[in-house]
């Protein structure tokens, strides 16, 4: 008995790569391994600083506290360039007044007889002079001496930034410190308890923002 033969599939070039390509495995996603719990030190020096930070004003706000207090007053002097300018609009008035007494005294002798008689001439005279300085329109005198003013403050609004950021932290280092690792010796904790509380009231000097107890 004949067995029947199987009909013969042509594949092409095409479909065998496509078959080729479904039947590979696919490709295994790289896994990160999960991140590992905190440990225990880490909590404690993270809650340290949370303590320690605890209602303090950002190191942002500070320093534009610093910079504020740093240029106060600075706004009424910026303006006086321009008010200077103006300034020689206005004239220099002088006035003077000038009396002058004059006398003449004639004696001789005239046809009709001998001249004896004083003569008085009274004078006042009344000066009024207005005088203008068109150049200080340009450029006054003083506009020197106000830009060197003005970096000056500038100078020193920086130096009081810098200032108060060193501040800000080195008192939030020493809490931290006076957290994780307070003294035994009761006069050593007491000496950080005062540091801390000087840093504050040099703080609140440079920000114009006391608070409660320096610290």
Do not use: C, K
């Not at 496509?18 to 225990?40: G, M």
């Not at 004896?116 to 009344?126: E, F, N």
């Not at 207005?130 to 329109?137: E, I, N, P």
């Not at 609004?157 to 994780?180: G, H, N, P, S």
């Amino acid at each position: 008995m004949a067995r029947p033969l199987l009909p013969r599939v042509r594949m092409t070039v095409p479909a065998l790569l496509v078959a080729a390509v479904l039947a590979a495995p696919a490709p295994s996603t790289p896994t990160h391994p999960p991140e590992p719990p905190p440990q225990p030190a880490d909590r404690v020096a993270l809650r340290a600083l949370a303590v320690a930070a605890a209602g303090d004003p950002d190191v942002a706000s500070v320093q534009a506290a610093a910079a504020r207090e740093a240029l106060r007053g600075a706004a009424e002097l910026d303006g006086w360039p321009g008010r200077a300018r103006l300034s020689a609009l206005l004239p220099r008035i002088t006035a003077e007044v000038r009396h002058d007494e004059q006398s003449n005294r004639t004696v001789g002798l005239q046809s009709a007889g001998e001249v004896d008689y004083l003569r008085l001439t009274p004078g006042t005279t009344v000066l009024v002079r207005a005088t203008w300085t068109l150049a200080d329109l340009v450029a006054h005198r003083g506009e020197i001496a106000a830009a060197t003013a003005a970096a000056a403050r500038a100078r020193r609004a920086t130096e009081a930034v810098q200032r108060a950021t060193v501040i800000y932290f080195e008192r939030r280092r020493l809490r931290v410190a006076l957290l994780l690792a307070p003294p035994e010796d009761p006069l050593a904790r007491a000496q950080a308890e005062l540091e801390i509380a000087r840093l504050g009231a040099e703080l609140d000097a440079l920000t114009g923002a006391p608070r409660e107890g320096g610290r």
